[in-house]
């Protein structure tokens, strides 16, 4: 059993994101587990699923997670709210490994923070209107009251590193009042693109409101998960090869943002399934 586990826990683990905004999981896998092996898959030729239906996101979804079973992965990590959101069952009815989404993980910690059980949860409208983060808050305590709002705008903001100054505020002054006046004391950055714009929302919605980024959250479940299970990689340092089904320059450039300029080699590759 030992030797086993010990083969299996030098094999990568697959992340899957719609596009670039995965690279936030990535950054933060690279600081807390900088030992393992990552294979990313950024699905830019059908980017974005945040305004696509469940049905299309769950097929996009599977696709991706068997293009990453070929590397033969020890855990899937869904690194996409939106594909989290909806598509967590398909997966785990046709995936033989263990899969992680970011959505349980940020209502975990979004819980353990709030303390007048009010939580904001912000994301894309994929996300807001499968009411997943209000599932799964809801699930590990009733007593709390979850507000949602999709914030598009956010996601091409972030990607065009449009992150401070009077035109982010505008767009996040338009998007989060009507939240902040419902009183939360959290709020739930439900969208692998957010972390970037957190500064400007924090001053937004005031320093009195919590911020919880999924992205982080999810990360310390891996860890805790890896190392329960024996499975963890300590290596020195750990490779990273990254895929895009589309060409990889736009990927490349604006990747370089999500992980503070580190340089980026991307592949492109065919998903047939
Ligand atoms: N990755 C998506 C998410 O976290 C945002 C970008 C998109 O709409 O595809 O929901």
């Known amino acids: 059993m030992e ?7 030098k094999s990568p683990i697959g992340i899957f994101d719609s596009g670039v905004g995965g690279l936030t999981v990535v950054k933060e896998m690279l600081r807390q587990l900088p030992g393992e092996d990552i294979i990313y898959l950024g699905d830019t030729a059908r980017y974005p699923y ?3 239906s469940a049905e299309i996101v769950r097929r996009f979804a599977l696709q991706n997670a068997r293009f990453l079973m070929g590397f033969g992965i020890k855990l899937l990590i869904v690194a996409c709210n939106t594909a989290s959101s909806v598509a967590m069952d398909v997966l785990k009815k046709w995936i033989s490994v263990p899969i992680i989404g970011v959505i349980e993980p940020g209502a975990k910690a979004a819980v353990q923070e709030t303390k007048n059980k009010k939580i904001g949860v912000i994301g894309t409208q994929g996300t807001i209107f499968s009411k997943s983060y209000n599932r799964a808050i809801e699930g590990i305590d ?5 507000f949602g709002r999709a914030c598009p705008l956010f996601v091409p903001l972030a990607e065009e590193g449009y992150i401070d100054g009077d035109v982010p505020e505008r767009i996040a002054q338009h998007y989060l009042t009507g939240i902040v006046q419902n009183g939360i004391d959290t709020l739930v950055l439900g969208c692998t693109h957010y972390p970037l714009l957190k500064k400007t929302i924090q001053k937004v919605v005031g320093d009195n409101i919590h911020i919880i980024d999924s992205a982080s959250s999810v990360i310390f479940d891996v860890k805790n998960f890896l190392a329960r299970a024996k499975l963890l990689n300590n290596s020195k340092k750990g490779d990273m090869k990254i895929f895009v089904t589309d060409a990889p320059e736009r990927f490349e450039m604006v990747g370089e943002k999500f992980l503070d300029g580190e340089k980026i080699d991307a592949v492109k590759v065919e998903l047939d399934f």
């Open 3 to 9: 030797i086993l586990q010990q083969q299996i826990s």
């Open 50 to 52: 945040g305004p696509r």
């Open 142 to 146: 009733n007593n709390i009251r979850v």
